[in-house]
């Protein structure tokens, strides 16, 4: 399983690393630079406004199939059509919702069409990512991959021609919003031929019995997204609402998020793949030990040599990247950096919790973490603006990512191998000393990579935290049948 884990990581980060970066640096980027920060400002708010109840279209369902098919992928077929019903409820209920709370919230009435656009994004993503449980269930890494990236691929080729061939100049907001929407749309439209191969055409069933039991058995996966979705997006309506210069500080603090974001989408794909394999081993009563110290290994020496390299330079850094950059900016990114590293740990052991079946104690860590983080930008916010909500993020996901992490080495009993939590800390204390230094005599951008490049290398293969002997062996290992399986 080790090494169907990382055959199967290796599929993804490679198409992910060729489509993602390049997408967010010469297209999102630069469609923020060109639509300015007030309607880019409109843009994120109503983005991050249909994130925060997306999961009304899910319910926790794609989570919960992930799981059942890799524990039982014999069942793929048996509620194909119940649950595309269940799901057509799903998207009337997310839709009324989404649209009576715009009202509610008073948004101004000339926003309506971009939250309209948007939902109907909303709904294509939730749909792909649906599909991709039976890609992830069935084991079909490669497959999985080339759904994770179909949708930023059709975004990035259209948002290129338009940025960069003059066509319209000054790009309206109309038709940034219309690329954005019918890139997700082209992705469903893979997705629907893929889904019709491994499944079947979907038809109406109406089952009341059963969409009462699919309820009871998702709810707890939804809840948890909901309140995960609510922890990481809400700070941007926050924003908007409590801040007096509330628009531009949403523009300023997605500067800063975005790359946050980025990197944790990269994240994100170790839990698309540890789901069903944290599963399937759980399952058959076996260690998760292997799997969970290279998960957390990679994970984590690539972030912390992503916080320090960037936290050197970042006023550099959002300078070449943003017209408008400017304290409120690059002071984000430090608490906004920082962020990744908690979020790592609910990556690997919030996803082992959840192929556990442990939903009730993580709906209450979650919850605490969205106490946490409403609590703190309701208080800093009006005063520090988006570096406030940056503040609120950091300590939000660790309370999230840390408590997880307890609860699976001192409830399950699960943990990783010996001695990885004290290589982690030689490692941060020598990349901490160098940024100390970089703050202190302020190196040129190429010197401090070189200095904080080679002396990742040397910790994290000299200290076998990366240990490329073991993942070269086990990826030319010949495992057996029954071991794959």
């Known amino acids: ?49 249909t994130f925060l109840f997306s999961m009304l279209l899910d319910m926790g369902i794609t989570n919960f199939m992930t799981r059942m098919i890799a524990q039982h992928p ?55 990512n649906y599909v991709r449980a039976y890609t992830g269930g069935l084991l079909m890494f490669g497959l999985d991959a080339v759904l994770s990236v179909a949708e930023r691929s059709v975004y990035f080729v259209v948002g290129t021609l338009l940025i960069y061939s003059s066509f319209v100049e000054p790009i309206p907001l109309g038709w940034f919003v219309t690329i954005f929407v019918g890139s997700s749309g082209l992705a469903l439209m893979m997705a629907t031929v893929i889904y019709l191969k491994l499944v079947s055409f979907p038809k109406i069933h109406w089952d009341a019995d059963f969409f009462r039991a699919i309820f009871r058995q998702s709810y707890p996966y939804a809840i948890l997204a909901i309140l995960m979705m609510l922890t990481s997006k809400l700070d941007a309506v926050f924003l908007e609402k409590l801040h007096p210069d509330g628009t531009h500080q949403v523009s300023y603090y997605t500067q800063s998020f975005r790359l946050l974001d980025a990197c944790y989408m990269f994240g994100i794909l170790f839990g698309s793949i540890l789901l069903p394999i944290f599963s399937r081993v759980l399952k058959d009563h076996g260690s998760t030990t292997g799997i969970t110290t290279s998960a957390i290994n990679i994970l984590l020496s690539g972030g912390f040599i992503m916080v320090f390299f960037t936290i050197g ?37 919030g996803t082992l919790l959840t192929a556990n079946g442990s939903l009730r104690i993580m709906n209450q860590i979650a919850f605490l973490s969205l106490a946490v983080m409403s609590l703190l ?15 609120g993020a950091f300590v939000a996901q660790s309370v999230l990512g840390f408590v997880q992490y307890f609860v699976v080495r001192y409830h399950m009993k699960h943990d990783v191998a010996r001695l990885t939590w004290l290589k982690h800390f030689i490692l941060v204390v020598v990349l901490g000393v160098a940024l100390f230094v970089q703050f202190r005599y302020a190196f040129n951008p190429l ?35 029954a071991e794959e399986k």
């Open 1 to 49: 399983m080790q090494k169907l884990f990382l055959r199967g990581l290796g599929i993804t980060l490679l198409l992910n690393l060729l489509v993602k970066p390049a997408t967010i640096f010469l297209v999102d980027i630069k469609m923020q630079n060109e639509l300015g920060s007030d309607a880019f400002g409109i843009f994120q708010t109503m983005l991050s406004f």
């Open 313 to 349: 330079i970042r006023v550099e850094m959002f300078t070449a990247l943003y017209k408008e950059a400017n304290s409120f900016s690059y002071n984000s990114w430090i608490f906004h950096a920082m962020t990744f590293i908690p979020m790592c740990f609910t990556i690997v052991f």
């Open 377 to 391: 930008n309701i208080v800093l916010i009006p005063v520090w603006g988006a570096v406030g909500a940056a503040i």
């Open 447 to 481: 010197i401090w990579m070189v200095l904080v490049g080679g002396l990742w290398m040397v910790l994290v293969f000299g200290l076998r935290i990366i240990d490329l002997k073991q993942i070269l062996s086990l990826l030319a290992k010949k495992e057996n049948t």
């Open 74 to 128: 014999h069942m793929i077929h048996k509620y194909s059509n119940r649950l595309f019903t269940f799901r057509l409820i799903l998207v009337v209920i997310y839709v009324v919702w989404t649209i009576s709370l715009f009202f509610i919230l008073n948004f101004p009435n000339e926003w309506l069409w971009v939250l309209a656009a948007l939902i109907m994004h909303q709904i294509s993503i939730i749909t792909v």
